[in-house]
T-cell receptor, first 113, second 113 residues
Framework: GNSVTQMEGPVTLSEEAFLTINCTYT??????LFWYVQYPGEGLQLLLK?????DKGSNKGFEATYRKETTSFHLEKGSVQVSDSAVYFC????????????FGKGTKLTVNP | EAGVTQFPSHSVIEKGQTVTLRCDPI?????LYWYRRVMGKEIKFLLH????????ESGMPNNRFLAERTGGTYSTLKVQPAELEDSGVYFC???????????FGSGTRLTVV
């Protein structure tokens, strides 16, 4: 079946450090890939997405590239801020049908000043 | 536009009691999804409505869970009777076009004691 594996953390960084959160997936065909973020006390928000191989999603300084050859969608940011502290979820959905999301377990990021 | 609204935000009930969670999607969004995150585990799909019809309910854990969406507007998720393992955060999401990202509510944290 479809599944997503992401580094579980928690991850603690200092402000302005480089961030990578690894995400790999297992799926048949060509899923769409997503990163969602949950800030403290809030709901899930779509951070970025990619719908086909080699697409790069980007938003708020975060980037992730859809790598079909390595079945990966790693999240990166060059310089994190305290306000980036949140839980990050990698997810996929298969096109067609209900297009339900399959999530990883989430990675809690804490950025210290 | 107003976002996806869920209430209550928190609910603490005793084992064996009944609880009803409500989700108000974004107006005009035909697609409504329920997800659940049990402590320390992945966010898992429960079911998908298209308007008032259940498109996919493959994630519903058992017959103690009943979801409805009368009139294709808001949705309720009833748990009867609640068990300890039902504790977790229940998320609702809506979308106009599946597969391109959903808008999630803030979730209902359910604690069964």
């Amino acid at each position: 079946g479809n599944s997503v594996t992401q580094m579980e953390g928690p991850v603690t960084l200092s402000e302005e450090a480089f961030l990578t959160i690894n995400c790999t997936y297992t799926a048949t065909g060509y899923p769409s890939l997503f990163w969602y973020v949950q800030y403290p006390g809030e709901g899930l928000q779509l951070l970025l997405k990619a719908t086909k191989a080699d697409d790069k999603g980007s938003n708020k300084g975060f980037e992730a590239t859809y790598r079909k050859e390595t079945t990966s969608f790693h999240l990166e940011k060059g310089s994190v801020q305290v306000s980036d502290s949140a839980v990050y979820f990698c997810a996929l959905s298969k096109q067609g049908g209900s297009e339900k999301l399959v999530f990883g377990k989430g990675t809690k990021l804490t950025v210290n000043p | 536009e107003a976002g996806v609204t869920q209430f209550p935000s928190h609910s603490v009930i005793e084992k064996g009691q009944t609880v009803t969670l409500r989700c108000d999607p974004i107006s005009g969004h035909d697609n409504l999804y329920w997800y659940r995150r049990v402590m320390g585990k992945e966010i898992k799909f429960l079911l998908h409505f298209v308007k008032e019809s259940k498109q996919d309910e493959s994630g519903m854990p058992n017959n103690r869970f009943l979801a409805e969406r009368t009139g294709g507007t808001y949705s309720t998720l009833k748990v009867q009777p609640a068990e300890l393992e039902d504790s977790g955060v229940y998320f609702c999401a809506s979308s106009q076009t599946p597969g391109y990202g959903y808008t999630f509510g803030s979730g209902t944290r359910l604690t069964v004691v």
